[in-house]
Structures are given as structure tokens and as C-alpha cells.
């Protein structure tokens, strides 16, 4: 293979560092409108009244708007992509710090802005709920009158017309007899860990322009999910599909905060009212009140037999979804069955509850919920391993799931490369020599997390191939490249079948008026998804091709250009040829019995994190000197670009385990800005390095599978574990604040913290 | 059927009334620079010297561009679809008047235009040469030193490198023995018919914008030929053809002005150049020397039987090509093998020289010559039947080419319904009804014309139909919509082969990233071959339908919804369907030994006029009462749209006939403005009636065939007939003045103008 497996230089690289690259934020039509949201200074409250007159006044403001404003012109303005629950502005209630509650239209952002200011609100106190247990509770605080799943997902109706329940979704697994499993146990341990709520920090912050045509809609929009978008707008109108199109150039950045509809329903809506188009860009700030990643609590309960086999495991998880479902019901679904991990175990239990809350929404982030179980069954398994008082790497050697073993959902594991992921891993470490174990107050310890997730399914991608004349190739898709490099892998799948550069490739994204339908680029699918679909289209073009050289005399064999064939045929250089593709994976159903698919996946992915931390017992302070990641990658198209999104995903896990952490007062967020929530900076990366361990994935394209999430899996258990393997400790929360290391070295001295004041 | 043969309103309708349809002309880009044209003084000249330098001082003025600028940028900077003859802007020489030489960039147009007075360039004068005729003569000057065909036609390339020549094809067709044909017959009559050159007037002038990207160029033009544009660029900047994207809105108005490369290559080679977006838009002066229509000299000979058969015709053709070939040589061509009419003529020759001249360039203009043809052959036919005695349409019936019969170039005819037509004519005129021959100074006459046209061939036309989820279409071709009503025709046929309205199906044109590879929108060809394209993309998506739908355990026969098969495949409403079609009709390449193809055209259009006139004897004025126009269309696919092109077309022709003529002094167009050219108003359209003649075309989208040309075949000679029919002289050049007129009246009655004074 010539264009797979090579690190060809990234397509829209150029474009890139000379500034070429569109994004939505640099767009601007004639005529556009800015607008500029006031939002909710309560978590949770009834709406008595909007006084919008003194911003109406001012001086350039074209228009105020506000959810009943809305809902004059959309009867029922609610939206989301597992819950109809999200109105397009708050109507009758508020139920977080920072909803969007009115907007403020203006030809200047400056004046929209200052308008805002000239707004108030007034609301009748209810009481807030915080915490996801706690909302999950008979007698918590209720922020949804009723539920309103969208009927998109068979597996959530029979949720409908529920009341008094923040609970969005009870997902349960059942896999053997865990009772029984416990008593047949050695040792049976138990234990709760927690994450807190955090931000995606895509640098562009999310922005939507849409445009009123003659009975259509454009809308542009930093979106991961375009052909979603445009479903979704069109269902609100009450319009044919093909009325609304949904156009995304680059992104800087998504990591799931741009899936499904975020600002494109306000514009789209507001847009039509006024008959301009409408702008809208969120701050940094806003982002935070827009979407975020569930806080969870997670309890944990495993049986060991003494030689060191896992014989049952209970998990009960509690996502905090915030006050709108957004994704959250799916993430607790479809990362639900995998709580228990990617061990072999005969007895599960598997209960998994989305829960409403007065916090700003949360949703899909890199890893959809995967990160926050491996948090707690890695850091789990190595207190098992310690129990029994066996190696966490052997330990786990013992109990992973080889293919050909059942999943706890029945379905039987493939081409997961569980074991070499484990063995590179424990080579890359050194984890059998001798380990420096530090000095004085600082002491070093190491520490192993491994991961594995399902791939959302069943759903599909389509491609077409566009083969001109003189042999050049366009391709047109869905997948937004935001960083990650589609448009390049995809160039390379479809120069390999075709038999040129993958340089030679123009890739044309993000367009429902132009590419076919895809479902998101989200979830690590598309490498799988969208590169088997680009191959069949590629093929279908290349079968196209030949058909034609055939007809013309140029046998299969014959040595002969593209160019050629055309002007055989046409007599000059003229005419194309198109191939289209379109793939979806085969997937069982759900059986009515268990509600479980047996074949939840049409492929795993697998990471493992070893992590080298360094601790200051004097301070609590932790360095992770190394973090080596390693991940099955199939076959990596472009190792470069692979290995990138291996390291890229642990740099992001790394904040979220040291540092990152949304602080709520009250549902206010306080630390809404980059200059007061930490992201990791360039001093704060260790060496990383970044392993692909190559085991052919039958069903992808050319062996691949997608990998954009795999270096998060491993990463803060590792870092726990490491370091309790230094100093003994073990934090069960995260983030792992230097505070807290402290507090709990000097709690495990005998001497807490508390207690010297 | 229920969407073909639906007079369905035009989709564009509400857009262009409301004012929202979209034009290149309003189109600005952030960091655009306008261009303004400096152009030639001279007829012919060797350019000595141009001095910018004035304007480049003046303020505002971003860079003075010259031919010398452009070949150091594009070494070989010479474009054209037949000959690579044309230099983006002046090298050397000037060949004509108007001739582009300099361009000046400004952000504001205004600046620019008042910089383009202060260059001046110094020529040294070379004999220009103008009439057709005297050009083609061995000693005439010579416009070109040198022929360069393009290469895309092998029928152009004996030409390539002859000198001191400006015959640019010298088109000969045989056929039996013309000399043996005029011993054989009983009359044989010679005359020579003259056409002026016109301009096509589009309300819409042309215009082009280039923005460069990243390795890449996009050019938003008002074009008829988006996927040609694309190919000649890449050519010219040696770029592969993904690498540039050819973007067209609505047009007003193309009429064949606006295809191939008109200011494409001028604002891609500066904007490329500068580094910023590029836009020229013309002035309706500036499109008088950009594109016009041929002047033609046609010296016809026929020989007659008695009884009424045409034994022998031999046709001499001279097309007055301008300074530059443009598609010139192609008409010669494509439209000089039917010089002889629509007539079964045992024995024809003909010679049709393209020849260059030192006039503005002629090329397609409707019709693409044989409005020119139809004027001589059908005024010399009446004058044959009136040489025997006969009524010219019974001489006509006698003699019209039946299905089965060769066409002269050995073609055997086959659904062109030229007696139908006829018939149909006779019938609307009442031809065998007493007619009022007017009364006084008044004088009434009828008369008609006749006749045909072959299509371009072999061209090719693709098409992409995508189904969403919710059934509803979105198509996408490269077929222009410029009033002609495409969008809507193709939507028809989408519409019925899919079973859902035409009003539902979304049209994405011109856009070559997005849509297949079309010839262009010109010669008629697109309601057969986009329409034959677009036939089988819609039947490719009903096939894939159909097998989702049997996939799914909906079989054929059930009767469900499109969303429906979705549903049930992906478990909610997502994926979509891609149909793709391409269409080439059938052709047989050219005989080495006769260089004629037998098969020249996929289908024929007849077009057949019928006109009542008044002359004033004593003004020469002549009114025209009636223009029945009557053509076969195969079977229309919207009724209402067809009748309009057929009127629209006839009373182009009118003012071809009657009013339109660049008048030209030493080169120089004296009347390139509206206020001097005049077209026809609303006050000069006579009764006009449009007949369609139903007659299938086999091959065709549900029998349809091309239909936007046919129209002007006829009124002419029909015209010009009928003043004969009046008062008895004949007109043999166009336009027909009432000066004209009364001269020959006054020839006539022996006591000629020119005497008087």
C-alpha cells in the first residue's frame, strides 16, 4: 500500500498556518444581525416577567427577543437530540445560572452587548438540586415537570410522560448472578469514586450563522453533526429536509461540545422571525453555560477468588446530565455497559442512571463517559490487586477479556487487541526492572490504567467520489475535520483504492447540500465509518472507471492514464465519473427481553495509560514525569496523525485529572474563564509518548479503527495509582488537587489537616 | 405522468421576484479588487509601447496589469475552446477595437475606471481587414500569424501551424455529384444572402470574480459552461482540474455569450498574481467587444426539376469570425453540414471557412449559425418555387427529408417530425384560405421558413440525486438555469421518476465541486442529455430505495414511505440514498476518408415560422402582423415553459431580422449602446403564437428533446418571404430596414434613391 500507513503531511495544513482556513467567526453576510444573550442569574426559578423595554430602546437595537417571542413563531420550541426538553430561549422556567433567556439583536455586537445589560428578569425561587445522587432521589427537587424523550431511541419511550424524576435514564445490565458471585468470593471490596464537571475548551468557541432564503435556510455553523443539525431544524419548522442546509468549514477544535444542536436552533429561529440573517458567537465565558461533562459518582463493588480471578462486579453510576438531557442518556447507556471494564467477569450487574440537575448541561466530551468509568474501575482494580496482593499488571493479565469471551452484554469480543495493548504497554514501562522509588521527600511511584469502548452503533456515513477528467479527485463528506485530520485519512483511503498521491485528493466537508448523510463526527467513528464508506465509494468509482476503459478498448491490464479514457470516449477531455458509497455496520437489535443488544459494537477500542509521578510529601504537590499511551489503532492510516491523537487525548485527560474542575457556587460557575480554570500548559506536559499497536480491525478500512479517544481511557488511574504506589495513598476524586494529596497523606499520618486549626 | 407535461411553476419564481435569486454581479468578498479594462484604439496594430505609469500613481490604485505582466506569470497565456488563440490580455498585437490590453486594480471601481483614462499605449498600424469574404482571399492581412487549434477537436488539427491564412476551418461536406445534379435539372438558380453581426444582448453583462485559496482558485462567473471554465483554467495554470472550482448562480440571460472562457482566465491570472480576490464586471459597451454573433456571406446554388424535386444544391459559406476563434470554427462546422436545409437532396456540396477578421469575436449565439443558414436557404427556396411556378409550401412538402432518409452527411433521419411541423404551420397560417393582400400604400404578404438543426455530439451531462430520510431530493447539475426554466424541467423529471412533486425536489447548480461534469448549457442540449442524466440518477436512487426497502422486509408492492425504509434500517431517521447518472448519447466518429460522422446529432430540431407582414410602399416599413412559430419538442416537459422559449427565441430572431446591427466604422462599434442597438420592445412584438408538435423522441427523458433554439430557425426568411409575397422584391441582407425596403421598391419601379439626388 502506497497512501496507507504513510505519514502524508496534513491537506489543510497550509491553509492553516497562512491563515487561509475559514471558520464561522470570520463570516459575515450582508444585512447579518449580531445577537447577544442575556441569561439566568438563578438555577432554578419560575419566569414572573422579562422587562425588555430599556434594551428595546437603545439607540441601533434591532430587536428583543424572548422565549415566548419564540414560541409565537415555533408552537413547540423544544429541542435536543435524546430528550425534546431544551427550549430554544427559557419558557416559564429557568433551570440554570447562565440559560439563554432572551436575546438582543443588533447590526453591532457592542450595542447587542450593552443592550443586554439593560435587561432584568424577575423570578419566583425554586429550590435547586446540585448533586446527581441527590437528584436521583424520591424527594429531590424535580426540574422537569415531565420527560420528553424524542422517540429517536426505541430503548428510551418508555420514559414518556414520566413525572417527579430527574432520573432521564435507568439503564441496567444483567450478566449472570453477581449475589452469587459475592459469595463465592475471597474477597469482596467496595468503593465510591467521584469526577467533577468540566469543560471542552475548544478554543473556537461554538458560533452559528443562519441565512433565510426563498423558503430555505442556510445555516452556517462550528457543528460537528451537520446532517443532525439539518434534521433537526427542519423537524422544528415543520420543513422538508432539503429546505435547510447546514454548512461547517474548519473547526478549532469540537471534543463532542459541537455535536447535535447548540446555537443553531436560536439562530435559525430568530433568523426566520426577522428576516435577516442572524450571528451568534459565544465567549469563552458562555461556553461554560452551554455544555459541559457529566460530573459522576460511581460505586463500585467487585468479587476476587484469592488466586486472583474476578468473579462479580456491581456498578452503580450517577451521571449529573445538568438541566438539559442533551446526549446524556446515551452516554449513560452506551458507556453504561461498559462500567465494569475490559475484564472477563461471569456475574454483572450494571445500573446506570442520567440524572437531571440544576448545572449546566452536559454531553458528549472525548471518551462520552468512558474516562469517568475507567477513573473508577482502574483505580478499583488496583485496590484489588493489592488486596490479594498480586502485581495490578499481572492481575489484570488475569482477568482481561480475550476475543472470542463474551462482553457482559453478551456480545462476543473481536479483533480487541486487549492483551498487546497490555504487553506493550508493560514493555514501553519497564515494568518488571527495578524502579527508581525517589528520595527525601519526594517519592516516585508508577501506576497502569486500561480502558476499552464501544463505538456508538448502528449508524452510517456516506461518501461520494468525484474521478474529473484529467484523473484528479474530489471527495465530499460529512466529517468535519476540527483538528483531527479527517480530510487527510480520508484523502489517503480514497487515493489507495484509486491509485494516486493522497496529496492529489481535494476533500470537500461539511455541506448537506453537497456530501451525503453522516451521523457526526463524533465517538472515534469516523476513521471506521466514514473511511468504509469513502473506500466503497472510491471503489465504486474505480469500477466505474474501468467499466468505461473496457468499453473503449482499454482492457484490464492495459497500461493506461485516466485522462485517457475520457478522451477516448468523449474524443476530447470531457465527462467524470462518480462513486458513491454509503456503510453502516451490521447491528442486532435490542432483545426485548434483556433490552440488550449482543452486538453493541462494530468495533472496540482499547487504551492503556502507565504513568511515572513524582510526589511531594511536604506539599501534595504531583509531577507526572512520563505518560506513555498505548492504543490498538488497527491499522493507523497516517502514524503521525495517530500517534498526535493518542498524545492529544491524554494531554486533555491529564488537565481533567490535575487540574480542570468547573467551581459552582449556588449553580453559578466562578471560575468561567481560562484566566481562573486551568488547562494544561506546555510546562505542565510530561514526556509522553505515544505506542500504536497495529492488529489488523477486519471490518474497517484497510484494518483501521478509529482511535480519537483511546489515549484518555487510561490516564487518571494511571496518575491515582502511581500514586499510591509512591506514598500509599488513594484519591478517589477528581480532580487530584495538590490540596488533597496533602490532606490525605497527613490524614493517613494521623495528623488531618482540619485538626491543627 | 404526473409531473412531466405539468405546466409546474418555476421554482426560481418567488426568488426572483422577491428580489433574494442570486447574481455574481452582487456578489463582493472581503479584500476584493475591482478590475477595469483599458482596450485598443486600433483595428490592427503591433503594440509599441503602453504607459501606465500615470495610473499607477494615481491614489488608489492597488497594481496597472499588462500582457507583459501576465505571460511572465502564465509563460503561454493564450485560451480558447477551439484554437488557443486568444491572449488573456493583448501580446504584441491588437486585432480589433475594444481589444483588451490593460487592466487596472482598485478596491474602488470608480478609482480604477478614472486610472484606465490616464493609460495610453502606441501602436503601429497593420491593414486591418473586415469583410469575410475579402479575408479569406489569398493577399488579404492577416490577422494571425500562425493557427493554433486547441487539440480538442481532431477534426481542427490539420490546421495547426499553417500561416498567412485566416480561414480558421475550412469545413467541406460531398455528397453525390452537384455538377452531374445541375446538368440534370430543369432550372438552376444562384444567389448570395448576407447577415450582419449582432450582439446577444444579455440584461445581465458578464461577470467573473477569482478568489484565491490555498494551492487553490475559486471563480464565481456568470457562464453557461462551469465544468469547461474548470478545465481551461487548470490548462492554463497547469493545475490539476480539483484544484480550481467554477461556482454559477442564476444568470440573466446567456443566449451562448457567456460560454467557454470569457473573463475567467483574466481575473484567475490576477487575482492569482496579486494575491487577493479579483472581480470584472462588464458594461453593456464593454460586452459589444467581448462576444458577438457572425456576420455571414452564403452564396447558394439549386438546381430543380420541373415537376418540383431540388436535385442539386451547392452552399458556400463564409463566417466572419472576429479577431479570435471562440467556438467560430465549431459553428462552421457543427451547423455549415446542414447549409442544405431540412430538404432530401440527392447531390450537395458545401464549403464553410471560418475566418478570422479584424472585428470583435464572434461565436454561439442561439441558433449557433443556423439562423444564418435557415435565412438563405429558405429565402432561396422560395425564390426556386417561385422560379417554377409553384406554391412554396407545397414545394417545401415535396421535397422535406422523411425518417428513414439520409441527411447529406450520410445521417439517416429519424424522429424529426419536419413534415409534422410543416403541416401544423399550414394549418395555424390557414394557408389555403383566401388572405387579405391590404389595400393603398398598405401592402399584406405571408410567408414562411423552415428549419433544422443538428445537436452537439458527443457530449456528456452527469447528475446526483440524493433522497434524504424524510424522502425529500435534493439534485445537483451543472446545468445553468439562465431563464430558460432548467431547474425546473430537471426538478420534472427527478420528480417523476422518484413519484413525489416537482415542487419538492431541491436543484444545487453550477458548482463544479458539487455536481458531475456537465458540456454546458448551450446548442439546446440540455432538456435530452441533463435530462437523460438526470433520468438515471433518480432511477439509480429508486433502485437503491427499492433494495433498502426489500432489505428491510418492505418488498415491492408494499406500500410505505421513504422514511419509513430509513426508519427501519438504522432504527431512527437517518442515512440517505445517492443515485448518480451519466448520460453520452451514441455517436459514430468522423470517416477518415470523408471526415464526416454518419451519426452527427443524438436528435433534431425543427423549427418552422410563419409570418404576416404590411409594408408601407411608401416608407419601406414594414409591420409584422403574425409570427407563428411552430417547433417539434418531442413531448414537453412543461408546457407552458417550452411555448415561452419558443416565443422568446422567435423574437430574438426578430431583432436580428429587423432592427439589431453593430455598425462598425474602421473596426469601431459606432452603436454599442442601448441607446443606439436597438432590440425589440413590447411595442414591436406582433401577434405571436407558439405550437408544440408532439412527436416522441425515442431516445429523449420521456420523449423530450431540445427546444431553446428552435424558435429562431425560421422567422427570417419568413419575414423576408412575406415582403416578397407583399410587394414583390427581395431582400437578401440583414437587417431588413424600411430604408432597405424602399430602395429595393424603388429599384424596382425603376426609379432607384440614389438618382433622385
Redesign the interface.
Known amino acids: 500500500m502506497k497512501q496507507i500507513g504513510r505519514t502524508v503531511p496534513r491537506l489543510?495544513a497550509?491553509?492553516k498556518v497562512?491563515g487561509?482556513?475559514e471558520y464561522v467567526h470570520n463570516l459575515?453576510v450582508p444585512g447579518m444581525l449580531t445577537g447577544k444573550i442575556f441569561r439566568s442569574t438563578v438555577a432554578h426559578g419560575r419566569i414572573r416577567s422579562i422587562d425588555t423595554n430599556a434594551a428595546r430602546a437603545q439607540d441601533g437595537v434591532f430587536a428583543v427577543i424572548t422565549g415566548d417571542d419564540i414560541k409565537k413563531f415555533i408552537p413547540d420550541p423544544y429541542y435536543g437530540p435524546a430528550f425534546h426538553d431544551q427550549p430554544i430561549l427559557a419558557l416559564e422556567k429557568v433551570r440554570y445560572v447562565g440559560e439563554a433567556v432572551a436575546v438582543v439583536l443588533a447590526d453591532d455586537p457592542h450595542i447587542a452587548e450593552r443592550a443586554v445589560q439593560a435587561i432584568s428578569a424577575d423570578y419566583e425561587d425554586l429550590p435547586p438540586v446540585f448533586d446527581e445522587v441527590e437528584a436521583a432521589q424520591p424527594k429531590s427537587a424535580i426540574v422537569h415537570d415531565v420527560l420528553r424523550p424524542a422517540g429517536?431511541?426505541?430503548d428510551l419511550k418508555h420514559l414518556a410522560g414520566r413525572r417527579n424524576t430527574n432520573v432521564a435514564l435507568d439503564y441496567q445490565l444483567r450478566h449472570g448472578d453477581t449475589a452469587r458471585g459475592f459469595d463465592e468470593s475471597d474477597h469482596v471490596l467496595e468503593h465510591v469514586f467521584k469526577t467533577q464537571q468540566v469543560m471542552h475548551t475548544p478554543l473556537e468557541p461554538i458560533v452559528a450563522l443562519a441565512e433565510p432564503?426563498?423558503?430555505?435556510l442556510t445555516i452556517h455553523s462550528s457543528c460537528q453533526t451537520p446532517?443532525f443539525v439539518r434534521?433537526e431544524i427542519?423537524r422544528l419548522l415543520g420543513w422538508?429536509?432539503?429546505?435547510v442546509t447546514v454548512k461547517v468549514p474548519f473547526l478549532g477544535g469540537g471534543f463532542g461540545a459541537k455535536v447535535y444542536v447548540k446555537l443553531e436552533a436560536l439562530v435559525s429561529a430568530l433568523a426566520l422571525m426577522v428576516r435577516r440573517p442572524v450571528k451568534i458567537a459565544l465567549t469563552m465565558e458562555e461556553q461554560f453555560y452551554t455544555i459541559t461533562k457529566h460530573a459522576t459518582t460511581f460505586r463500585i463493588k467487585s468479587g476476587v477468588s484469592k488466586n486472583g480471578r474476578i468473579v462479580a462486579r456491581e456498578c452503580e453510576v450517577w451521571w449529573n446530565g445538568g438541566a438539559y438531557a442533551d446526549i446524556g442518556p446515551r452516554v449513560a447507556q452506551k458507556s453504561g455497559f461498559t462500567a465494569a471494564g475490559p475484564y472477563d467477569i461471569d456475574n454483572v450487574r450494571i445500573d446506570s442512571y442520567e440524572v437531571y440537575t440544576n448545572r449546566p448541561p452536559a454531553g458528549a466530551l472525548r471518551g462520552f463517559g468512558v474516562p469517568q468509568l475507567v477513573w473508577a474501575y482502574e483505580s478499583h482494580t488496583d485496590l484489588l490487586a493489592r488486596a490479594i496482593g498480586m502485581d495490578p499488571l499481572a492481575f489484570r493479565r488475569k482477568n482481561i477479556l480475550a476475543d472470542g469471551r463474551p462482553q457482559a452484554t453478551g456480545t462476543i469480543m473481536e479483533d480487541a487487541a486487549i492483551g498487546k495493548v497490555l504487553d506493550r504497554l508493560a514493555e514501553k514501562m519497564n515494568w518488571d526492572a527495578p524502579f527508581d522509588r525517589g528520595k527525601n521527600r519526594l517519592k516516585r511511584g508508577r501506576g497502569l490504567g486500561l480502558g476499552f469502548k464501544a463505538s456508538i452503533s448502528?449508524?452510517?456515513s456516506?461518501a461520494?467520489v468525484?474521478v474529473?477528467?484529467?484523473?484528479?479527485?474530489?471527495l465530499?463528506i460529512n466529517t468535519i475535520d476540527m483538528g483531527q485530520g479527517s480530510d487527510t485519512a480520508m484523502a489517503q483511503i480514497a487515493a489507495e483504492v484509486l491509485d494516486i498521491a493522497a496529496e492529489?485528493?481535494?476533500v470537500?466537508h461539511g455541506?448537506t447540500?453537497?456530501a451525503?448523510?453522516d451521523?457526526g463526527t463524533l465517538g472515534s467513528r469516523s476513521t471506521f465509518h466514514m473511511g468504509n464508506a469513502v473506500k466503497l465509494a472510491a471503489e465504486d468509482a474505480r469500477a466505474k472507471l474501468a467499466a468505461l476503459a473496457a468499453d473503449v478498448g482499454l482492457p484490464e491490464g492495459t497500461n493506461y492514464s485516466v485522462s485517457e479514457i475520457f478522451k477516448k470516449?468523449?474524443?476530447?477531455?470531457?465527462?467524470?465519473?462518480?462513486?458513491?458509497g454509503?456503510y453502516?455496520p451490521s447491528y442486532k437489535?435490542t432483545d426485548a427481553k434483556t433490552g440488550q443488544s449482543t452486538n453493541v459494537t462494530p468495533f472496540w477500542m482499547i487504551g492503556a495509560a502507565g504513568a511515572e509521578v513524582e510526589v511531594d510529601t511536604e506539599t501534595g504537590h504531583v509531577r507526572v514525569m512520563r505518560l506513555v499511551n498505548v492504543a490498538d489503532c488497527g491499522k493507523a492510516l497516517n502514524p503521525k496523525v495517530a500517534r498526535t491523537q493518542l498524545s492529544g487525548a491524554a494531554i486533555m485527560q491529564l488537565g481533567f485529572t490535575l487540574y480542570e474542575n468547573m467551581e459552582l457556587d449556588g449553580g453559578q460557575v466562578t471560575n468561567a474563564s481560562f484566566a481562573d480554570y486551568k488547562i494544561p500548559g506546555f510546562r505542565d506536559i510530561p514526556i509522553m509518548e505515544a505506542e500504536l499497536v497495529t492488529a489488523a480491525q477486519k471490518s474497517g478500512p484497510f484494518g483501521a479503527k478509529g482511535l480519537g479517544e483511546s489515549g484518555t481511557f487510561g490516564v487518571s488511574p494511571a496518575i491515582a495509582n502511581a500514586i499510591h504506589d509512591a506514598v500509599g495513598i488513594r484519591i478517589t476524586e477528581l480532580p487530584i488537587k495538590a490540596e488533597n494529596v496533602l490532606r490525605a497523606l497527613r490524614a493517613a499520618e494521623g495528623r488531618p489537616i482540619g485538626d491543627e486549626e
Open positions: 489543510e497550509r491553509a497562512t487561509r482556513a459575515r429517536t431511541f426505541a432564503g426563498d423558503g430555505t446532517s434534521m427542519a422538508p429536509e432539503n429546505k448502528p449508524t452510517t456516506g461520494i468525484n474529473s477528467a484529467d484523473g484528479s479527485v474530489v465530499y492529489a485528493v481535494k470537500v455541506d447540500d453537497v451525503p448523510y451521523m470516449r468523449y474524443g476530447m477531455q470531457a465527462g467524470n465519473v462518480i462513486g458513491a454509503s453502516v437489535p
